[in-house]
């Protein structure tokens, strides 16, 4: 009963952390990244997808524009919320999403899908044994899983060093949690899919990049955004105004954000490196 209680709180934990502020906001950087990594993939039509962890749609959108049949999955009610609007909006009837827990796809049928995709998602669901064997089994015999994870420690990673900075300024973790970033990590990620089932050579891993883009916002503007918006920096910043030390963790971040913009005039291109794990099931 104690350890189904603690499981309990730690999948409710990310269900607030993750509808805690508005995504959405963040999203909105990153749509031109999700539109070429999807044109990278070699989508056709016929495929039944799974964007797991889909927030409101940066992927699930155009993967569904080739065509495909797209099911979105996310923790965050608000989140599913507005991937359906946009949806709509697009008239993209082959398009829908629903919430879920990634550790946990009890509504999803074995062997559904021919593509299992999650881009930053799944990797910060509290169970990542569970998240790989779900992955698996959901997923189509000859059928593929993508993931995008970041990197720990990564100099070329943004959000591996943002993560690392808030981090810094929060209270340490509950008993039992487990690091999103061993998803980064290639022993670690082996042994997740080794208990699912899949055999080492059946697992490729490659470095890849993510672009944070805006035309109009300034790297002081994006920290703000992601105070406002993003839920670990928002948590950040909450511990650090306790503790008196907002001003040092703005400073800290937006330093991070100055030396990795590549914008030499306005707006900000901010790319961020993260490892692309590829399974054939």
Known sequence: MIKQTLESKTENSNK??????????????????????????????LQRILDLGSGDGTTAIPLARTGAEVLGIDIAKNLVEAGNRRAKEEGLSNLKFQEGD?????????????????????MFAPKPFDVA???VRVTKPGGRIVMGNWIPNDPSSFVSQLLKISSSFSPPPPEGFVNPM?????????????KAGVKAEKI??????????????????????????????????????KN??????????????????????????????????????
């Open 16 to 45: 607030i952390l993750w509808e805690k502020g508005d995504f959405t906001e963040i999203a909105l950087l990153m749509r031109r990244s999700g539109e070429e990594l999807v044109t990278n993939l070699g989508i056709t039509s």
């Open 102 to 122: 990634a550790c946990n796809l009890q509504e999803v049928p074995d062997h559904s899908f021919n593509l299992t995709l999650s881009m930053f998602g799944a």
């Open 133 to 135: 064997s779900e992955m």
């Open 182 to 194: 061993t998803w980064g990590m290639k022993a670690y990620i082996m042994d997740y899919f080794a």
């Open 204 to 241: 490729s891993l490659l470095k890849d990049t993510y672009s944070f883009i805006s035309p109009d916002k300034t790297p002081e503007d994006l920290i703000e955004s992601l105070r406002k918006y993003y839920g670990p920096t928002m948590n950040a910043f909450e511990s650090a105004e």
């Open 244 to 281: 008196g030390k907002v001003d040092k963790l703005r400073e800290q971040l937006i330093e991070l954000a100055n030396s990795e913009n590549r914008n030499t005039g306005t707006g900000i291109s901010i790319p961020a490196t993260f490892l692309r794990v590829i399974v054939e099931v």
